[in-house]
C-alpha cells in the first residue's frame, strides 16, 4: 500500500502531507526533514526511488519526481509497483495543471483543500482508487460546485465561498 | 462573538505566514492564530468553525500541534452543509490520531453519512472510513460499506470496495461476507470499479485461505479473459498514460494473477497465453509499458514453473538493464536479485550487462549491480569477473571504492582456486584501493602468504615491486613491510622463481631503503611504523652488512613521542648492539599461522587473544610479533648475563615442596624442557582450590616409592614419574578435573581413556532467554555430535509460538529435530528441549559454529532474538 504522499519544495518546506498510517505530527515533521534531507543531496540523473530501510522503516520505498521548485513523493511498500508509482505522480501532476492550468507553488500553498480532494479523489486508505483524469477532475469539480452552492445557512456558503474561492 | 475569531481568512493567514523571513517570526504569527482559533472553539462559534478548522490543517501541515480541533471535526462533520462535513472528514483524517473514544463518537455521523441520499457526502464518509477505520468501527459499519458495493454510482462502489480493504484488515473475520460481493464487481466494465475490486481481492485472497481457493476456482477465467481484452483493446484515451491502455489496471491484473498463480498448477496453466501475449505485446519505450512488462516479469516468476516464460522474463529484464531510463535499470538488478534464486542460469546468461552496470554513473545502480554480481560469482567465472571488477577498481569513483574493494576482497577469499591467484588479486586490489580494505582483508592475506611456502620468494619480490608504485596505499605498504622483514633473504637471491617471473636484482640497501622510506613517511600511522621497526629488526639479522644503517634507522625513532615507537625503538637498538648471539634466533621466521584459528577469530566472536593499546589495528601480525618481544622483554630486565639459562621456577617449586636435591637435575634443560609443562600442571594442581592437601599428600608419596625404587630409575626418571600420577589423581580430588585442567596449553593431560567427556555449554543468553547444550557423540563417527539443545525463558510472561532456527557454514551439516514443545512457560519454569544433530566435515580443524534465529510471540507480539554460537569446543 502507499505510506504517505508529500509534497515538499526545495526549501524543505511541507506543502501537502498524508499519511495512510497513523503517523503522530512530530514523526511527520521529522521524517520530512530527513526526506528532504535525502532529497536534496541527490544528484541528477540518478533512478527516482530511493530504497526506505534506516529512513522510514523496513520494507518501504519511496518514489520522487522534481517539477519545478516542488517535489512529489510516495512513500510505500513492497507491494506497489515502483514505475507505477512513479507514474502515478505523473498523473496527479496532469490533473493538478489541469486544475490550475500552468500550476505554480503558489497554487499549490493557497489551495491545499483542493490538493487534498483530488488526492482523496485518487488514493482511499493508501490503494489507488482512480487513474483516469476526467473522472477525477469531474469529481473534484463536483465538490467545488456543492462546496459553494450547498443549500444550508448563507452566512455559512459565504464563508466557504470565501474560504476556497 | 469573539473579537478575534472575525480575523482573518485562511488565504490571508497562507500570506501572512508566507511573508515571515526566519521561524520565530512564522511561530509568532501561528500562535496568534492559535491563540484566537482557541478562542473561538471556547465560544463554541459556529459561523467560523470550518474556516477555523482549514486553517488548523495548514498549521498542522507546518508541523504544530492542532489537537485542540479535533473535536470541531466531530461537531463539523455532524453538521447537516456540504462544506462543513467536507472540512470536517478532512480534518478527521488529518488530524485526528487513534484515540479510540473520538474516534468512536464518529461512528454515528458515519453511518448516518453513508446512508445520505447526495452521493458526494456519502463518497466523503467512504473516503474517511477508508483512511482511518478503527475495529469497532469497521465491525460497526461493515454492513452499510456492503450494502454501497452495489450503489448505483459507479464512484460509491469503487470507494466502498476500497473501504472494504481496511475493513477487512482491521477484522479478519469479516472476509466471508465479502466474497460475494467482490466475485460480482470482477465482473464489471468500469475500469475504477474493476481496479479497486481487483484490490480489494487481492487482499481477501492473502487474508483468508479459504477466499483464496474461491477466486482461483470461480475468477482466474474471467481475469486473464480482462487481461486479454486490455492488452488487445483499441487505444482507449481515457485511461491512456503516455500512449499505454490503462497501465494501472493491468498492473492490478497481473498482480492478482500472480497471488491466484501462485503454487497452483492449474491456475498458472490458465494464464500462460496472456502473459506471453503481456510480456511480447506490451511496447517497452515508456515508462508505463516497462510497468506493465516489470510486473509481469514478476507475475511470471511467481507462478509455477513454466520454463520458456521464465527466461522470456529474464530476458525482458536483461533487456531493461540497457535502457537508457535509470529508473528501468534500478528496478530490473532488484527483480533479477529475486531471478537468481528461480532460475541462475538464465540471469548468469546477462552476466556481461549486469557487470557493465557495475560501473553506471548512478550510485544506487552501481551499488545493486554490485550486490547482484557478488550473488553471480561462482567457480568457473570467478576469474573473468574479478578481473573485470578489479580493472574497473582504477577508475571508479571515491566513495564506490570501499564497497566495491569489500565485494572483491570477499569474492577473492570465498572463491580463489589456488593460492598464487589469491596472492596476484588481493595485491591487485591493495595497490589500487590498499587505503579502502578492512583490516582482515590484510591480515588474512599474511595467513595465507606465511601457509603458501613455496611462494614466499615470489610474493615477497610482487611486494616489493608493489610498494615502489603504490607508496601511498597504507595496506599495501604494511604487507609488503612484514613480508620484506620476514622473507628479505628471499628478495636477494629470487630463490623460488616462477616460470611467469622476471627477475629482478635487489641488494640488501635497496630493502632497507624501502622500510626506510616506509617509516618516514609522514602519512604512515603507528602501527605501520611499529610493523617497520620491526622488520627492520628482523633484517639487521638477515642483513648483516646493512647492520650499522638498521641499527641508525632504528634508533631514531628512540625520541618519538608514540611509546609504542619509542620502547621498540629502545628494545631493538639494544638487541641490535648488545645481543648478536642471541639475535639470530629471537628473529627467525615466524611460524606459519594457522589460518583455520585466524578464520574461526574472524567469523566467531572469540576475542583476539591478544589486546594491544593500540586495539584493532594491532592485531595479527604486530599481535603476534608481540609475543615473541615480551619473553625479550623479561631476558633483558632479569637475565641480561645469563640469557639461555632455563626458567627453572617450577623446578624450584617442586625442590620446595618435596624438599629434594633436584635443582642440579632440573637445571640440565634437554628432557626437562619437554616436562617443563608437567611441571607447571603440578604446580597448578596444587595450588588450587581445596586440591592441593590431597595431592600435596600424595605427591610425596609417590616420589618416596619412586624414591625406594631408586635403584633402577635415575634422577630423571622420578622427577618424571610425579608428572603423571596428579593427573590420575585428580578425578579421585573430587574437584572438576576439567576446570584444574583447563588452558593448559600445549598438552592437556585429559584422561583419553575415560572418553571425552564434554560439559554443557552455556550456548545464547540474553535478557529474556537462556539456551544451554548438551553434547553427545556416538563414538562410531567422531565427525557428527549430537546437540540437545535446552531452552529456558527467563522473563515473567509465557513465550508462544517458540522456533528456534540455525544456520550453520559449509562445513557443517545441519539436522534439526523438531522440538519438544513450542510454549515456554515464564520465569524459566519449563523448558523446551530440542535435538541438533551436527556433522563436522573438517573435524579437528574447525569448530562447530552456528547462527541462531529465535522467534516467539509475547503477549501476541511476535519477537526476534538472533545471535551466533561460537563457544563450542573444537573436539567436538
Same mark, same amino acid.
Given at each position: 500500500?502507499?505510506?504517505?504522499?508529500?509534497?515538499?519544495?526545495?526549501?524543505?518546506?511541507?506543502?501537502?502531507?498524508?499519511?495512510?498510517?497513523?503517523?503522530?505530527?512530530?514523526?511527520?515533521?521529522?521524517?520530512?526533514?530527513?526526506?528532504?534531507?535525502?532529497?536534496?543531496?541527490?544528484?541528477?540523473?540518478?533512478?527516482?526511488?530511493?530504497?526506505?530501510?534506516?529512513?522510514?522503516?523496513?520494507?518501504?520505498?519511496? =518514489?520522487?519526481? #522534481?517539477?519545478?521548485?516542488?517535489?512529489? !513523493?510516495?512513500?510505500? *511498500?513492497?507491494?506497489? &509497483?515502483?514505475?507505477? %508509482?512513479?507514474?502515478?505522480?505523473?498523473?496527479? =501532476?496532469?490533473? #493538478?495543471?489541469?486544475?490550475?492550468?500552468? !500550476?505554480?507553488?503558489? *497554487?499549490?500553498?493557497? &489551495?491545499?483543500?483542493? %490538493?487534498?480532494?483530488?488526492?482523496?479523489?485518487?488514493?482511499?486508505?493508501?490503494?489507488?482508487?482512480?487513474?483516469?483524469?476526467?473522472?477525477?477532475?469531474?469529481?473534484?469539480?463536483?465538490?467545488?460546485?456543492?462546496?459553494?452552492?450547498?443549500?444550508?445557512?448563507?452566512?455559512?456558503?459565504?464563508?466557504?465561498?470565501?474560504?476556497?474561492? | 462573538?469573539?473579537?478575534?475569531?472575525?480575523?482573518?481568512?485562511?488565504?490571508?493567514?497562507?500570506?501572512?505566514?508566507?511573508?515571515?523571513?526566519?521561524?520565530?517570526?512564522?511561530?509568532?504569527?501561528?500562535?496568534?492564530?492559535?491563540?484566537?482559533?482557541?478562542?473561538?472553539?471556547?465560544?463554541?462559534?459556529?459561523?467560523?468553525?470550518?474556516?477555523?478548522?482549514?486553517?488548523?490543517?495548514?498549521?498542522?501541515?507546518?508541523?504544530?500541534?492542532?489537537?485542540?480541533?479535533?473535536?470541531?471535526?466531530?461537531?463539523?462533520?455532524?453538521?447537516?452543509?456540504?462544506?462543513?462535513?467536507?472540512?470536517?472528514?478532512?480534518?478527521?483524517?488529518?488530524?485526528?490520531?487513534?484515540?479510540?473514544?473520538?474516534?468512536?463518537?464518529?461512528?454515528?455521523?458515519?453511518?448516518?453519512?453513508?446512508?445520505?441520499?447526495?452521493?458526494?457526502?456519502?463518497?466523503?464518509?467512504?473516503?474517511?472510513?477508508?483512511?482511518?477505520?478503527?475495529?469497532?468501527?469497521?465491525?460497526?459499519?461493515?454492513?452499510?460499506?456492503?450494502?454501497?458495493?452495489?450503489?448505483?454510482?459507479?464512484?460509491?462502489?469503487?470507494?466502498?470496495?476500497?473501504?472494504?480493504?481496511?475493513?477487512?484488515?482491521?477484522?479478519?473475520?469479516?472476509?466471508?461476507?465479502?466474497?460475494?460481493?467482490?466475485?460480482?464487481?470482477?465482473?464489471?466494465?468500469?475500469?475504477?470499479?474493476?481496479?479497486?475490486?481487483?484490490?480489494?481481492?487481492?487482499?481477501?485472497?492473502?487474508?483468508?485461505?479459504?477466499?483464496?481457493?474461491?477466486?482461483?476456482?470461480?475468477?482466474?477465467?474471467?481475469?486473464?479473459?480482462?487481461?486479454?481484452?486490455?492488452?488487445?483493446?483499441?487505444?482507449?484515451?481515457?485511461?491512456?498514460?503516455?500512449?499505454?491502455?490503462?497501465?494501472?489496471?493491468?498492473?492490478?491484473?497481473?498482480?492478482?494473477?500472480?497471488?491466484?498463480?501462485?503454487?497452483?498448477?492449474?491456475?498458472?496453466?490458465?494464464?500462460?497465453?496472456?502473459?506471453?501475449?503481456?510480456?511480447?505485446?506490451?511496447?517497452?519505450?515508456?515508462?508505463?509499458?516497462?510497468?506493465?512488462?516489470?510486473?509481469?516479469?514478476?507475475?511470471?516468476?511467481?507462478?509455477?514453473?513454466?520454463?520458456?516464460?521464465?527466461?522470456?522474463?529474464?530476458?525482458?529484464?536483461?533487456?531493461?538493464?540497457?535502457?537508457?531510463?535509470?529508473?528501468?535499470?534500478?528496478?530490473?538488478?532488484?527483480?533479477?536479485?529475486?531471478?537468481?534464486?528461480?532460475?541462475?542460469?538464465?540471469?548468469?546468461?546477462?552476466?556481461?550487462?549486469?557487470?557493465?552496470?557495475?560501473?553506471?554513473?548512478?550510485?544506487?545502480?552501481?551499488?545493486?549491480?554490485?550486490?547482484?554480481?557478488?550473488?553471480?560469482?561462482?567457480?568457473?567465472?570467478?576469474?573473468?569477473?574479478?578481473?573485470?571488477?578489479?580493472?574497473?577498481?582504477?577508475?571508479?569513483?571515491?566513495?564506490?571504492?570501499?564497497?566495491?574493494?569489500?565485494?572483491?576482497?570477499?569474492?577473492?577469499?570465498?572463491?580463489?582456486?589456488?593460492?598464487?591467484?589469491?596472492?596476484?588479486?588481493?595485491?591487485?586490489?591493495?595497490?589500487?584501493?590498499?587505503?579502502?580494505?578492512?583490516?582482515?582483508?590484510?591480515?588474512?592475506?599474511?595467513?595465507?602468504?606465511?601457509?603458501?611456502?613455496?611462494?614466499?620468494?615470489?610474493?615477497?619480490?610482487?611486494?616489493?615491486?608493489?610498494?615502489?608504485?603504490?607508496?601511498?596505499?597504507?595496506?599495501?605498504?604494511?604487507?609488503?613491510?612484514?613480508?620484506?622483514?620476514?622473507?628479505?633473504?628471499?628478495?636477494?637471491?629470487?630463490?623460488?622463481?616462477?616460470?611467469?617471473?622476471?627477475?629482478?636484482?635487489?641488494?640488501?640497501?635497496?630493502?632497507?631503503?624501502?622500510?626506510?622510506?616506509?617509516?618516514?613517511?609522514?602519512?604512515?600511522?603507528?602501527?605501520?611504523?611499529?610493523?617497520?621497526?620491526?622488520?627492520?629488526?628482523?633484517?639487521?639479522?638477515?642483513?648483516?652488512?646493512?647492520?650499522?644503517?638498521?641499527?641508525?634507522?632504528?634508533?631514531?625513532?628512540?625520541?618519538?613521542?608514540?611509546?609504542?615507537?619509542?620502547?621498540?625503538?629502545?628494545?631493538?637498538?639494544?638487541?641490535?648492539?648488545?645481543?648478536?648471539?642471541?639475535?639470530?634466533?629471537?628473529?627467525?621466521?615466524?611460524?606459519?599461522?594457522?589460518?583455520?584459528?585466524?578464520?574461526?577469530?574472524?567469523?566467531?566472536?572469540?576475542?583476539?587473544?591478544?589486546?594491544?593499546?593500540?586495539?584493532?589495528?594491532?592485531?595479527?601480525?604486530?599481535?603476534?610479533?608481540?609475543?615473541?618481544?615480551?619473553?625479550?622483554?623479561?631476558?633483558?630486565?632479569?637475565?641480561?648475563?645469563?640469557?639461555?639459562?632455563?626458567?627453572?621456577?617450577?623446578?624450584?617449586?617442586?625442590?620446595?615442596?618435596?624438599?629434594?636435591?633436584?635443582?642440579?637435575?632440573?637445571?640440565?634443560?634437554?628432557?626437562?624442557?619437554?616436562?617443563?609443562?608437567?611441571?607447571?600442571?603440578?604446580?597448578?594442581?596444587?595450588?588450587?582450590?581445596?586440591?592441593?592437601?590431597?595431592?600435596?599428600?600424595?605427591?610425596?608419596?609417590?616420589?618416596?616409592?619412586?624414591?625406594?625404587?631408586?635403584?633402577?630409575?635415575?634422577?630423571?626418571?622420578?622427577?618424571?614419574?610425579?608428572?603423571?600420577?596428579?593427573?590420575?589423581?585428580?578425578?579421585?580430588?573430587?574437584?572438576?578435573?576439567?576446570?584444574?585442567?583447563?588452558?593448559?596449553?600445549?598438552?592437556?593431560?585429559?584422561?583419553?581413556?575415560?572418553?571425552?567427556?564434554?560439559?554443557?555449554?552455556?550456548?545464547?543468553?540474553?535478557?529474556?532467554?537462556?539456551?544451554?547444550?548438551?553434547?553427545?557423540?556416538?563414538?562410531?563417527?567422531?565427525?557428527?555430535?549430537?546437540?540437545?539443545?535446552?531452552?529456558?525463558?527467563?522473563?515473567?510472561?509465557?513465550?508462544?509460538?517458540?522456533?528456534?532456527?540455525?544456520?550453520?557454514?559449509?562445513?557443517?551439516?545441519?539436522?534439526?529435530?523438531?522440538?519438544?514443545?513450542?510454549?515456554?512457560?515464564?520465569?524459566?519454569?519449563?523448558?523446551?528441549?530440542?535435538?541438533?544433530?551436527?556433522?563436522?566435515?573438517?573435524?579437528?580443524?574447525?569448530?562447530?559454529?552456528?547462527?541462531?534465529?529465535?522467534?516467539?510471540?509475547?503477549?501476541?507480539?511476535?519477537?526476534?532474538?538472533?545471535?551466533?554460537?561460537?563457544?563450542?569446543?573444537?573436539?567436538?
Amino acid at each position: 500500500m502507499i505510506r504517505a504522499m508529500l509534497v515538499i519544495n526545495n526549501q524543505g518546506k511541507s506543502r501537502l502531507a498524508k499519511f495512510y498510517n497513523y503517523t503522530p505530527v512530530e514523526q511527520q515533521q521529522q521524517l520530512i526533514r530527513s526526506i528532504y534531507s535525502v532529497l536534496c543531496l541527490q544528484p541528477e540523473n540518478v533512478s527516482n526511488f530511493i530504497e526506505g530501510g534506516l529512513l522510514l522503516g523496513p520494507d518501504s520505498r519511496l =518514489v520522487y519526481k #522534481l517539477f519545478a521548485t516542488l517535489y512529489f !513523493v510516495f512513500v510505500f *511498500d513492497s507491494s506497489e &509497483n515502483e514505475l507505477a %508509482m512513479f507514474d502515478l505522480i505523473q498523473v496527479y =501532476v496532469e490533473i #493538478l495543471e489541469k486544475c490550475f492550468s500552468n !500550476v505554480c507553488e503558489l *497554487d499549490i500553498v493557497l &489551495n491545499y483543500g483542493k %490538493m487534498h480532494t483530488i488526492l482523496d479523489e485518487m488514493i482511499v486508505g493508501g490503494q489507488v482508487v482512480e487513474t483516469n483524469s476526467d473522472i477525477v477532475m469531474k469529481a473534484v469539480e463536483e465538490i467545488s460546485k456543492l462546496e459553494t452552492t450547498t443549500a444550508g445557512a448563507k452566512l455559512i456558503s459565504k464563508s466557504a465561498s470565501l474560504l476556497w474561492g | 462573538m469573539n473579537p478575534f475569531s472575525s480575523g482573518t481568512r485562511l488565504r490571508d493567514m497562507i500570506r501572512a505566514i508566507r511573508a515571515c523571513k526566519t521561524a520565530a517570526e512564522e511561530r509568532a504569527v501561528v500562535r496568534k492564530e492559535c491563540a484566537s482559533i482557541r478562542a473561538a472553539v471556547s465560544d463554541n462559534d459556529n459561523d467560523y468553525r470550518h474556516r477555523n478548522l482549514a486553517k488548523l490543517m495548514f498549521i498542522h501541515m507546518l508541523g504544530y500541534p492542532t489537537h485542540f480541533g479535533q473535536m470541531e471535526c466531530l461537531k463539523l462533520i455532524a453538521a447537516p452543509g456540504f462544506p462543513e462535513k467536507r472540512i470536517g472528514y478532512l480534518g478527521l483524517m488529518l488530524l485526528l490520531d487513534e484515540r479510540q473514544e473520538v474516534l468512536m463518537l464518529v461512528t454515528n455521523s458515519l453511518k448516518q453519512d453513508l446512508n445520505h441520499t447526495n452521493q458526494y457526502i456519502v463518497g466523503l464518509a467512504l473516503c474517511a472510513l477508508g483512511n482511518i477505520c478503527s475495529a469497532e468501527m469497521a465491525r460497526d459499519l461493515a454492513p452499510e460499506v456492503e450494502r454501497l458495493l452495489q450503489f448505483r454510482d459507479p464512484n460509491v462502489r469503487k470507494k466502498a470496495a476500497l473501504c472494504s480493504i481496511r475493513i477487512v484488515k482491521k477484522v479478519p473475520d469479516l472476509v466471508e461476507n465479502f466474497v460475494n460481493p467482490v466475485a460480482s464487481l470482477l465482473k464489471e466494465k468500469h475500469h475504477g470499479v474493476l481496479l479497486t475490486a481487483m484490490q480489494l481481492c487481492a487482499d481477501l485472497c492473502i487474508l483468508s485461505e479459504e477466499a483464496l481457493e474461491y477466486f482461483k476456482k470461480r475468477c482466474t477465467e474471467g481475469l486473464v479473459k480482462v487481461l486479454k481484452d486490455a492488452v488487445n483493446s483499441p487505444y482507449a484515451p481515457e485511461y491512456d498514460i503516455s500512449g499505454i491502455a490503462d497501465p494501472f489496471l493491468q498492473i492490478r491484473l497481473l498482480r492478482l494473477l500472480r497471488i491466484l498463480g501462485h503454487g497452483d498448477a492449474d491456475a498458472s496453466d490458465c494464464m500462460n497465453d496472456v502473459l506471453a501475449q503481456v510480456a511480447t505485446k506490451t511496447e517497452s519505450n515508456k515508462n508505463a509499458g516497462n510497468a506493465i512488462l516489470y510486473e509481469c516479469v514478476e507475475t511470471i516468476l511467481s507462478i509455477e514453473d513454466s520454463g520458456g516464460l521464465r527466461v522470456l522474463a529474464i530476458n525482458i529484464l536483461g533487456r531493461f538493464l540497457s535502457n537508457r531510463d535509470n529508473n528501468i535499470r534500478y528496478v530490473a538488478l532488484n527483480m533479477l536479485m529475486k531471478a537468481i534464486s528461480v532460475d541462475g542460469q538464465a540471469v548468469q546468461r546477462h552476466r556481461a550487462t549486469i557487470l557493465e552496470c557495475v560501473k553506471d554513473s548512478d550510485a544506487s545502480i552501481r551499488k545493486r549491480a554490485l550486490e547482484l554480481v557478488y550473488l553471480l560469482v561462482n567457480e568457473s567465472n570467478v576469474k573473468p569477473l574479478t578481473k573485470e571488477l578489479i580493472d574497473y577498481l582504477e577508475v571508479s569513483d571515491q566513495d564506490f571504492k570501499g564497497d566495491l574493494t569489500a565485494r572483491i576482497c570477499s569474492i577473492v577469499e570465498k572463491l580463489s582456486p589456488d593460492k598464487l591467484w589469491y596472492i596476484d588479486q588481493m595485491l591487485k586490489v591493495l595497490c589500487e584501493a590498499g587505503n579502502y580494505v578492512k583490516d582482515e582483508v590484510w591480515h588474512a592475506l599474511i595467513v595465507v602468504i606465511t601457509n603458501a611456502s613455496n611462494l614466499h620468494g615470489y610474493t615477497v619480490r610482487s611486494l616489493y615491486r608493489a610498494i615502489q608504485t603504490s607508496v601511498d596505499q597504507e595496506a599495501v605498504v604494511r604487507v609488503a613491510v612484514w613480508c620484506i622483514g620476514e622473507y628479505g633473504d628471499l628478495l636477494m637471491n629470487n630463490t623460488g622463481m616462477l616460470d611467469l617471473e622476471e627477475p629482478i636484482t635487489v641488494t640488501e640497501s635497496d630493502a632497507v631503503d624501502v622500510i626506510e622510506l616506509a617509516i618516514k613517511r609522514h602519512t604512515s600511522d603507528l602501527t605501520t611504523r611499529a610493523m617497520c621497526l620491526i622488520a627492520l629488526l628482523k633484517l639487521s639479522s638477515r642483513f648483516p652488512s646493512s647492520s650499522q644503517r638498521i641499527k641508525d634507522i632504528v634508533t631514531q625513532s628512540k625520541g618519538s613521542l608514540l611509546l609504542e615507537l619509542q620502547q621498540r625503538s629502545i628494545e631493538f637498538d639494544s638487541i641490535i648492539e648488545k645481543h648478536q648471539n642471541l639475535r639470530a634466533a629471537l628473529v627467525e621466521r615466524m611460524p606459519v599461522l594457522d589460518e583455520a584459528t585466524y578464520s574461526g577469530r574472524r567469523s566467531g566472536s572469540v576475542p583476539a587473544a591478544v589486546s594491544t593499546s593500540q586495539g584493532n589495528a594491532l592485531h595479527l601480525p604486530n599481535g603476534v610479533a608481540k609475543m615473541a618481544d615480551a619473553p625479550l622483554l623479561d631476558l633483558l630486565d632479569l637475565s641480561v648475563d645469563e640469557p639461555a639459562a632455563p626458567n627453572s621456577s617450577g623446578g624450584n617449586f617442586l625442590q620446595d615442596l618435596l624438599g629434594a636435591d633436584i635443582s642440579s637435575s632440573s637445571s640440565q634443560s634437554g628432557k626437562i624442557q619437554a616436562q617443563k609443562s608437567g611441571t607447571d600442571v603440578l604446580l597448578d594442581l596444587l595450588s588450587t582450590g581445596s586440591a592441593p592437601a590431597q595431592n600435596g599428600s600424595s605427591t610425596p608419596d609417590i616420589f618416596s616409592i619412586s624414591q625406594d625404587n631408586k635403584t633402577s630409575i635415575s634422577a630423571l626418571d622420578s622427577l618424571s614419574s610425579p608428572m603423571v600420577p596428579p593427573v590420575q589423581a585428580s578425578p579421585i580430588t573430587g574437584g572438576s578435573p576439567m576446570d584444574l585442567l583447563d588452558g593448559f596449553g600445549p598438552n592437556p593431560p585429559v584422561p583419553k581413556d575415560n572418553g571425552p567427556a564434554h560439559p554443557p555449554i552455556v550456548a545464547f543468553e540474553s535478557s529474556s532467554l537462556k539456551i544451554i547444550f548438551n553434547f553427545s557423540k556416538e563414538p562410531e563417527s567422531p565427525q557428527t555430535t549430537l546437540i540437545e539443545a535446552n531452552f529456558t525463558n527467563k522473563s515473567s510472561e509465557v513465550y508462544t509460538d517458540f522456533i528456534f532456527q540455525a544456520a550453520v557454514p559449509k562445513f557443517l551439516q545441519l539436522h534439526l529435530e523438531p522440538a519438544s514443545g513450542n510454549t515456554l512457560p515464564s520465569s524459566s519454569s519449563g523448558s523446551i528441549t530440542q535435538k541438533l544433530r551436527v556433522t563436522n566435515n573438517q573435524h579437528g580443524k574447525k569448530s562447530i559454529m552456528m547462527r541462531i534465529r529465535i522467534s516467539y510471540k509475547l503477549n501476541g507480539k511476535d519477537m526476534l532474538e538472533e545471535g551466533q554460537i561460537s563457544n563450542i569446543p573444537r573436539d567436538l
